[in-house]
């Protein structure tokens, strides 16, 4: 199926439900009409990294079903797999084939050796230094092989997580294999998965390096010609990153936005959430949460450092159980620049507030993308936070089917289901369509959304600091409950 300008669902497999059977029972008794894509977090055989440290892309994992179970779900959703270009798991059947046969393995080419990529005496200490790394030492790993040898493979992430090396004809044919065979199991969309860490080059940072990155892009792009799929690079990073992808045409995240509406809903004020919506592309995917943390350096130069660190401050005073600790490395936190929070909670667990922050991202320029523990408006999962130490659990309950019936009656959930079964019948959202913004005041912003015929215009009225807002629809007054 292709892609439609329709709100998409991201959840794991066995989040609400135990498999995707269960997510199929969901979406078509609970959630009818409000969901049109569905971005299925990580389905594949995988070591770690709940489904992105894949051993395989071949088949679905057998505790979540199989390709039959992937097939129904795209033959009624427009959907969006996950493909990890950066790396793969040391758990492979790659993996064990190279380390038991070393340079006889067809696989010796597939991952990027550290010790082979540097010149004769380096790296050195400023090389090091320069590399955009999230560790705080050389990302690196020693693997030993069955005869005993050792060698270094660069190692971004996790410790199971090696590094691909996408030059070689090897990991060319690997990565088009895998982007093919996802097409013709009905992916409409591949994300990219740390697209922007994948390229290494000499006296870089190493990270979305140019124009070595677009000549990726391009293979990429190449590989899936004749399919129904398109490509959405993910990358967490300052909004020029973005904005050079979208230049190029392709589909984009706007991760600013959480930060930057969360700052606004907090100070009452509207002139930085317009500014940033003026600049927005239309062709994006725009997000509130995810699967990771919220994060704080997509929204830099957008906000100020004073307004980034006011916003932290408040989302941890006013935020309900969010604390600084739940982002921190005593709870696994990879990112510094993220934190683990649901969107709901960091709003104070507050109705309204959180059903205002929804309509806001209808409006906005784009596709809403909504994380399936805030299209059940959840609270942050303490249990879940402290049973595994991993921070970004805090955001990751795993809900019954019951517990999901019971959700959607939740007053502020079946208001947020009207609002997205509105966003995916209204024509007014074309992307092909305008959109304007005015600040009436300095606590207000008025959003018009036109569609290119002109003939359906949608008009959102809201006031940051009363909280109090209109929808109208040529004219004509919209009411969610």
Do not use: C
């Amino acid at each position: 199926m292709k892609l439609q300008n329709k709100v998409m669902l991201i959840t794991y497999p066995d989040s609400m439900g135990h498999n995707l059977k269960d997510l199929n029972f969901v979406l078509e008794n609970y959630l009818k009409g409000a969901i049109g894509g569905l971005h299925i977090l990580p389905f594949f055989p995988s070591a770690g990294d709940r489904g992105f440290s894949p051993m395989t892309y071949d088949k679905v994992d057998d505790q979540f079903g199989d390709w039959s179970d992937i097939e129904a779900l795209s033959s009624k959703y427009y959907t969006m797999f996950d493909f990890m270009i950066n790396h793969l798991s040391k758990h492979s059947e790659y993996y064990k084939d190279f380390v038991k046969n070393k340079d006889k393995s067809k696989y010796k080419d597939l991952y990027l050796n550290w010790d082979k990529f540097w010149p004769e005496n380096r790296p050195t200490q400023a090389d090091v230094d320069l590399i955009y790394k999230r560790k705080d030492r050389a990302p690196y790993q020693t693997i030993e092989f069955a005869d005993g040898s050792k060698t270094n493979i660069w190692n971004t992430f996790g410790e199971d997580q090696l590094d691909l090396d996408i030059r070689t004809d090897t990991t060319k044919k690997f990565v088009k294999d895998n982007l093919v065979n996802l097409a013709n199991h009905g992916a409409s969309l591949i994300r990219l998965d740390a697209f922007a860490y994948a390229v290494k080059k000499l006296d870089t940072n190493d990270f979305f390096v140019e124009p070595e990155i677009w000549d990726l892009l391009k293979e990429a792009n190449d590989d899936l010609k004749g399919t129904d799929a398109q490509l959405l690079p993910e990358i967490h990073e300052h909004y020029k990153y973005p904005f050079k992808v979208s230049e190029h045409g392709y589909f984009v995240y706007d991760f600013a936005l959480p930060m930057v509406l969360l700052y606004s809903l907090y100070n009452g004020k509207s002139k930085r959430l317009a500014d940033w919506l003026r600049k927005s592309p239309m062709k994006q995917f725009t997000t509130l949460d995810t699967h990771d943390g919220l994060g704080v350096v997509d929204a830099k130069d957008i906000l100020s450092d004073d307004e980034i660190d006011m916003t932290t401050n408040e989302l941890y005073k006013v935020g309900a159980n969010v604390k600084r600790k739940y982002s921190s490395a005593e709870y696994h936190n990879l990112d510094i620049y993220q934190i683990n929070t649901t969107y709901y909670s960091a709003l104070g667990d507050d109705d309204k507030k959180y059903f205002i922050s929804r309509l806001v991202q209808v409006f906005a320029p784009g596709i809403p993308q909504v994380y399936y523990v805030g299209l059940l408006a959840g609270q942050n999962d303490l249990k879940l936070l402290e049973e595994t130490k991993e921070g970004r659990n805090i955001n990751r309950h795993y809900y019954e089917v019951d517990e999901v019936a019971d959700e959607v009656k939740r007053p502020v959930v079946a208001k947020l289901l009207n609002l997205l079964r509105f966003r995916n019948e209204e024509k007014a959202f074309d992307l092909e369509g305008s959109i304007d913004i005015t600040t009436p005041s300095e606590s207000q912003i008025q959003i018009i959304r036109e569609n290119k015929d002109k003939t359906r215009k949608a008009v959102l009225s809201l006031d940051l600091a009363s909280l109090e807002y209109s929808v109208e629809v040529n004219g004509k007054s919209v009411d969610f409950n």
